[in-house]
Nanobody
Framework: QVRLVESGGGLVQPGGSLRLSCAAS????????MAWYHQAPGKQRELVAL???????NYTDSVKGRFTISRDIVRRALYLQMNNLKPEDTGVYFC????????????WGQGTQVTVSS
């Protein structure tokens, strides 16, 4: 059974940094493209960072140069290093595998809350 558990969120001032983690189990972690999603208050969830199974990366324009996605295959963990945070980065962050069967069936973890505020 697939399980994705996000952690590392918190309250941070503008310009600060956070590192999010996603622990994956019940899946062949190294075989999947993995992504981080951001859901701002009152808005739809959107993909902000993607790492393919062969470790190519892609970012939405709003986070380019500030966020870095990485993974540890041994630990079956996905990370998102978030630097120079802005108030608009506030929201809940989720990880998922966007081409997986469980994603298509609507599985999501609980997410981790990030609040950027002075």
């Amino acid at each position: 059974q697939v399980r994705l558990v996000e952690s590392g969120g918190g309250l941070v001032q503008p310009g600060g940094s956070l590192r999010l983690s996603c622990a994956a189990s019940g899946m062949s972690f190294s075989a999947y493209d993995m992504a981080w999603y951001h859901q701002a208050p009152g808005k739809q969830r959107e993909l902000v960072a993607l790492m393919t199974h062969d470790e190519s990366t892609n970012y939405t324009d709003s986070v380019k140069g500030r966020f870095t996605i990485s993974r540890d295959i041994v630990r079956r963990a996905l990370y998102l290093q978030m630097n120079n945070l802005k108030p608009e980065d506030t929201g809940v962050y989720f990880c998922n595998a966007p081409r997986s069967a469980f994603f298509l069936k609507g599985y999501w973890g609980q997410g981790t809350q990030v609040t950027v505020s002075s």
